[in-house]
């Protein structure tokens, strides 16, 4: 039903701001959008991505050459939030979203396996997004489709340890200069491996952590030099 009205609105809804997008309007097209965010009492570190954030940073990313990834989409509440923004900006940027679409274990208690390649792509067209490609399969595998590519901005949004270090190995390299690398769960204490493997990452790459707050979601990020 849902998906049903998501359908219908879908091309009219791309022409409205995403950022104008009524609250209720993420409910039904599962988008993440401004409105949509509750901020937080106190600053957190926890509590999912924020959207206005991510919107700061592909303004940001506007002057810098290279595309746009998100590592880990799950549903793609903030893949296709980003898509929508790009293209409603006129910004000839590539997204670039990977995801196994497999979660985790049952054992993890948000396991994210609710969703497929399908679920994402189709709404990726609701929208008309063609400026948007998902690369189902484990990173160390879907990788492999951008290696010769350069990147502006990369979200990883991937909770644990051993995919925090693929990533980082993967895309810091291939990072424009001021391009920025933006992690959901660094100060989440839901997910210490992420943090555990960025410090790694810095120790070793000399890159240092820099945050950023919007809404009292603090979260933080490394730049390219
Ligand atoms: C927190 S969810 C992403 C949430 C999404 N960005 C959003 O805002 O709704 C984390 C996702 O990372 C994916 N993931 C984690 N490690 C992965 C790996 N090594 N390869 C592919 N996908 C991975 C999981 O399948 C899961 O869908």
Not at 179 to 198: N, Q, S, T
Not at 209 to 223: L, T
């Amino acid at each position: 039903m849902r998906r049903q009205i998501a359908k219908a609105m879908g091309p009219v809804l791309s022409h409205v701001p995403v950022a104008m997008w009524p609250r209720i309007v993420s409910r039904f097209t599962g988008v993440l959008t401004p409105r949509a965010m509750t901020p937080h009492q106190t600053p957190s570190g926890s509590g999912g991505a924020n959207v206005r954030l991510l919107f700061d940073f592909l303004d940001k990313a506007a002057g810098i050459d290279g595309d746009v990834a998100e590592c880990g989409v799950w549903r793609g509440r903030t893949l296709i939030a980003m898509g929508l923004y790009l293209k409603q900006a006129g910004s000839p940027k590539k997204l670039w979203g990977f995801d196994s679409f497999a979660g985790f274990d049952e054992a993890v208690p948000h396991n994210f396996k609710n969703t497929s390649s399908d679920v994402v792509e189709g709404k990726a067209a609701i929208f008309g997004l063609s400026n948007v490609t998902i690369v189902p399969g484990y990173f160390r595998e879907s990788f492999k489709a951008v290696e010769n590519r350069r990147f502006s901005f990369v979200h990883i949004d991937c909770d644990v340890y051993d995919s925090y270090v693929e990533c980082l190995s993967f895309f810091y390299p291939r990072m424009a200069p001021g391009g920025v690398i933006l992690f959901d769960e660094y100060d989440d204490p839901d997910w210490p491996g992420a943090k555990r493997a960025v410090d790694e990452f810095c120790r070793s790459s000399g890159a240092s952590v820099e945050f950023a707050e919007k809404d009292n979601f603090r979260k933080s990020y490394i730049r390219a030099t």
